[in-house]
């Protein structure tokens, strides 16, 4: 089966800026958007990725995002307050990151609330900033409106990512970054925009009958992971997020896709931990490594080959991406190339070829 | 079906601090040991209750656990270090929770790494306690392996639980105390103490099978919540609470069942946040009570009377055992008396009457 069409991630990240500039985006602004993106995609979070491109451009197009704000940032010792005034929730969270990253050096660990954001992409991506500057560091953001409560029949909770991070030595970082639903909802999206069924326990439909249908489930609810537990993480987190920063929670918190009239007030909440205020990072490290070294060395079950830490599958696949190409369903192609269109702007050139490499 | 005896929640109380002082224990240790066990009943969260009161008593009989000691306790800004040197899981937790509660409210937040604890109980113990002081709690703690790596075939990870807690105004708070597992270890412990079956998926036996027999779980492993994703839970609890506090992680924390030779070396990681520093608590316990009462208002699903909120049944359950006494099954009452037998203690003198109230 012909899968799509393969794209340079460097090329795809530069028509992602571009676009962006030409539809009224500062240039920094405009390429932590294309690299949070793209950074998505490379790790193999296609959900994530350049396919949310095109309602990102859209957002700006409507006015319903802001570009070129200055964000209120306010220090109060270990804790930090951002105002993101509608801007990208990239531009929003990378702002976040480095308050989160300077003050957990500074005092010894951070919290950092975030209100009147947007969709601010895979949260790996700040992630993987902090732990490179020796922190443990959490990240969470709130939602729109796709799974029910538990017990409940219709969409209150967004599938409200939770993620965890932490560096190690010799052996691969740890790298938690998880929907609290069985499944992101963009992997509905994917395959929706594929085509293809989705397994039965992910989504419900509009009525609350389970669904193997991408368009039916998009059209119901995701369900939250391990019952009555996700439900709870999910909640939880909206309440980090959303009711403690003074951002959006549970329906005031816009979704993207519909709400045209009201920003979407996402919240995020970022805590992070000076490594070096418990034990000395080389120490961590080697614990880490340890750690990992163990787990990695456990018994598999029948038909497993191998075990794997959370981020090392994607690690594995931003490598190869690198190498060979990311490749995007052609409906996404095709999307990305009518954006592009717009202003100017060829999805053509990022295409992948590999005399590329040698050029 | 007889289901066992009923004891009087403060009198049971007594009953195991008496025990706990006459078997060496300072007094206001024996307290709170006993009060947090108690307490797990009361919520009707029987697994970490006074079912574990014979284990922790042996544990101080084998002098596996130290009694008055002084604890180590470094404040440094809103990071604190504490140093449990192998004092009971309870007074060790209570102490960091002080710790947690005073630094937060002085510098916004506090990040508090435990190590060298014991089974601290339940979590929710600390968390209602932190939320009385206007604070959002998080709570995560690491424990002996019970649940395989995913993909793999036999124990390696606690079922490390996560506890997140936040006030509300009139409606009931947000406390949400789950293990990483299916289900709690204890919950299997309790179905085999009455001799009932398990639910098919919440666990597998020793060769990695699934089963439904409590006794073959309890050789086997409980399963992680969610696949994957509560493996990375589990995971990211054993890093925070255990390798960045120095505490013993993944085969390095000793199960307190099987373990003769040395201290458990459990970790424990609190981060507690001053709601006042993001906005007036009144502001915030009213954006709580709308959240809230938005959630119970939403329809509810087919056969499902009521939608609850992390803590509703617990807060419930407690009110009425306060009035009505907790059961306790015949198995657990039998091992609790032969106990009190031991230091002169009887367990009788705890049991519920309904004259009691009057008296």
């Known amino acids: 089966m012909s899968r799509g069409r393969r794209f340079d991630w460097e090329r795809l990240q530069d028509f992602c800026a571009q676009v962006l500039q030409r539809a009224g985006a500062p240039p920094a602004e405009a390429e932590v958007v294309a690299e949070s993106l793209v950074y998505a995609d490379l790790r193999g979070v296609d959900s994530h990725g350049v396919a949310r491109f095109p309602i990102y451009v859209r957002r700006l197009e ?191 918190v816009h979704n993207m896709y519909e709400n045209w009239q009201q920003p979407q007030n996402v919240g995020h909440l970022f805590i992070a931990i000076d490594i070096a205020r418990f034990m000395p990072v080389e120490v961590f490290k080697a614990r880490m490594d340890r750690y990992i070294r163990d787990l990695k060395s456990e018994p598999t079950a029948p038909g497993v080959d191998e075990i794997l830490v959370p981020g090392e599958l994607e690690a594995r696949t931003a490598r190869l991406r690198r190498q060979q190409g990311i490749e995007l369903p052609d409906a996404v192609a095709k999307e990305l190339a009518d954006v592009g269109k717009r202003y100017g702007v060829r999805l053509d050139d990022a295409e992948w070829t590999s005399m590329k490499r040698e050029a």
Request: charged residues 15%; positive net charge.
């Open 62 to 252: 409507q006015g319903m995002v802001a570009t070129g704000v200055k964000l209120d940032v306010e220090f109060d010792g270990p804790v930090v307050r951002v105002d993101g005034k509608n801007a990208y929730g990239a531009v929003v969270g990378m702002r976040a990151l480095e308050a989160a990253v300077a003050t957990a050096k500074r005092h010894g660990c951070a919290v950092v609330g975030v209100k009147h954001s947007n969709h601010f992409g895979t949260c790996a991506y700040y992630a993987e900033r902090a732990i490179a500057q020796d922190l443990v560091f959490l990240a969470m953001s709130n939602a729109s409106q796709t799974m029910p409560p538990y017990g409940g029949a219709r969409p209150f909770l967004g599938t409200n990512p939770l993620c965890v991070a932490a560096p190690a030595g010799n052996e691969v970082p740890f790298l938690l970054d998880m929907a609290t639903s069985v499944v992101s909802r963009g992997k509905i999206i994917v395959a929706a925009q594929r085509g293809e069924p989705i397994p039965l326990g992910w989504a419900v439909d509009k009525d609350g009958r389970p669904t193997t249908d991408p368009h039916a489930a998009l059209a119901g609810a995701v369900l939250p992971l391990g019952g009555a537990k996700g439900y709870g993480i999910a909640m939880f987190i909206d309440i980090l997020a959303g009711v403690l920063t003074g951002a959006g929670f549970g329906k005031y």
